[in-house]
């Protein structure tokens, strides 16, 4: 696509539910990364792949996230038994060359009540 | 460990220059980033340094020192439409391309 693509923009759950984010990078780009914003603080690295393959997952932060990717194309990151401190806006981006730095899409604010 | 320092706020007076500073310990570098980012939007990319020097684009240029570890950025002319976020990210190692970023330094355009 023209851009990258994040669904939903908004998902309100309830604390112990599952969550599934999803992230439709840009054709063509094989690198896609997936980052976490809280309030008031930088943007933290949760996993980088390169075609379908994972060779970074150093910053999900338990065993209740997990991430996959199909086809070298569309991204999923699923949140198990949420909790509250999981709420931020989870930002994808996708990368074909590095001197063009990222394009990230338009995130996903994800609350936990 | 990783460290990357932005101020926090900045004000500046539409039509001025302002230049936001970053500095950055990390245990690699390879390449220095800076963001925009409007509320409730995506970063989009501005910059990017991987030598020592000014980079100019239009109104916004990007310095880098490796040595001091040691970026700003420039805004030239400032416009209403600048206020937004500016985020500095250092790019750690060649293989994977992740970034730190520092938490951002929020810009308010003064008419």
């Known amino acids: 696509g023209a851009g990258v693509s994040q669904s939903p923009s908004n998902k309100v759950t309830e604390k112990g539910k599952d969550v599934e984010l999803r992230c439709d990078p840009i054709s063509g780009h094989t690198a896609l990364y997936w980052y976490r914003q809280s309030l008031g603080q930088g943007l933290e690295f949760l996993i980088y792949?390169?075609?379908?393959?994972?060779?970074?997952k150093s910053g999900l932060p338990s065993d209740r996230f997990s991430a996959e990717r199909t086809g070298g194309s569309v991204s999923t990151l699923t949140i198990q038994r949420t909790q509250q401190e999981d709420s931020a806006v989870y930002l994808c981006?996708?990368?074909?060359?590095?001197?063009?730095?990222?394009?990230f899409g338009s995130g996903t604010r994800l609350t936990v009540v | 460990g990783q460290n990357i320092d932005q101020p926090t706020e900045m004000t500046a007076t539409e039509g001025a220059i302002v230049q936001i500073n970053c500095t950055y310990q990390?245990?690699?570098?390879?390449?220095l980033f800076w963001y925009q980012q409007h509320a409730g939007e995506a970063p989009t990319f501005l910059s990017y340094?991987?030598?020592?020097g000014l980079e100019e684009k239009g109104r916004f240029s990007s310095f880098l020192s490796r040595s001091k570890g040691y970026s700003y950025l420039l805004l030239k002319e400032l416009q209403m439409k600048d206020s937004a976020s500016y985020l500095c990210a250092v790019r750690t190692t060649s293989g994977t391309y992740k970034y730190i970023f520092g938490t951002g330094t929020r810009l308010k355009v003064l008419a």
């Open positions: 340094n991987v030598l020592d």
């Open positions: 792949f390169q075609g379908n393959s994972a060779p970074d």
């Open positions: 990390t245990s690699g570098f390879n390449g």
């Open positions: 981006a996708s990368s074909r060359d590095s001197h063009y730095g990222y394009t």
